[in-house]
């Protein structure tokens, strides 16, 4: 069987590959354990490297820290999803005094990096134009505008991907746009986008980790603070294991949150067989119903 970019490997290739596999493994593991042995050689395991969390002011502080940036997530996540929903429905519409603004909008938003986006609602707006912008709704704002536009374009793409018989039956149904897309378009477009969906919300939620350089108390902001002290041995390294693996078990609920919605998708669209019966005595009735429209005595 031949792919269009390349031919399928043959049995000398699949073992060939097999052996590069393994040897990139090796190579992988051989430069995992010497990190690991250079940690434990500098003592980075030791316990006076990790008492620190033993303390309950530094669990409060780091529970407060991950409070403030799931918050931000939370936030940010519902008006990206918001902004994005609303600026692919405008550049998808038939109206060009609101699809060429949506377009510029989404298009503008998504060139612009979240840093500088960040910094200029924060010291810009806030510290320039003497507006009351504090460092959470800049890091929201920002976080909505760049990624609300991506969401924009993946909704719009979501859309259009659809077959174009989709819209032709509605139309033919004598439905209006507003109901085609909500009540045809969307839901179909939101099962195939739903990965996608899930994978942007991921990239908000370790983006809030741009906070610290506003001064937004998040977990990275708390982590450089922890580690700047030298009562605690300046756990540096060992606060911000910590702080990973606190955002590995976000990103990994995310994800199970993503398979659960895919699975309840995939059951919500079976439907049990067909009644024969009941699909005869609804085309009879069809018939009967062209037939009295339409062959009356003239």
Not at 94 to 121: G, K, N, Q, Y
Not at 278 to 294: K, L, N, P, Q, R
């Amino acid at each position: 069987m031949t792919s269009v970019l390349y031919d399928n490997a043959g049995p000398k290739a699949r073992v060939r590959y097999r052996s590069y596999g393994v040897l990139g493994s090796i190579v992988l593991l051989a430069i995992f354990a010497f990190v690991i042995y250079r940690l434990v050689a500098t003592g980075q395991f030791s316990a006076r490297r990790w008492e620190f969390i033993q303390y309950s002011q530094i669990q409060v502080l780091l529970l407060n820290a991950w409070w403030a940036t799931v918050s931000a997530f939370l936030v940010a996540a519902v008006l990206s999803l918001l902004f994005g929903a609303v600026f692919a429905a405008g550049r998808m519409s038939d109206h060009r005094w609101v699809s060429v603004p949506s377009t510029a909008i989404v298009e503008f938003f998504r060139a612009i990096p979240l840093l500088i986006l960040i910094f200029i609602l924060y010291f810009g707006l806030s510290r320039s134009l003497g507006l009351n912008i504090n460092t959470f709704w800049a890091l929201v704002l920002g976080l909505m505008l760049y990624n609300g536009s991506v969401l924009a374009e993946i909704f719009r793409g979501g859309v259009r991907a659809l077959p174009k018989g989709q819209t032709e039956a509605s139309y033919a149904l004598g439905m209006r746009k507003t109901q085609m897309m909500t009540n045809v378009l969307l839901p179909q477009a939101l099962r195939a986008m739903l990965p996608t969906i899930i994978s942007q919300l991921v990239v908000v939620l370790k983006d809030t980790a741009l906070g610290f350089l506003i001064l937004y108390p998040e977990l990275l902001y708390q982590a450089r603070y922890l580690g700047s002290q030298p009562n605690l041995s300046s756990p540096i390294l060992q606060v911000g294991l910590v702080i990973a693996v606190i955002y590995i078990a976000m990103c990994l609920l995310l994800s199970r949150l993503a398979n659960y919605l895919d699975r309840r998708t995939k059951r919500s669209r079976k439907v049990g067989p067909l009644d024969p019966t009941a699909v005869h005595d609804a085309e009879m009735e069809v018939v009967a119903a062209s037939s009295h429209g339409g062959g009356g005595p003239s």
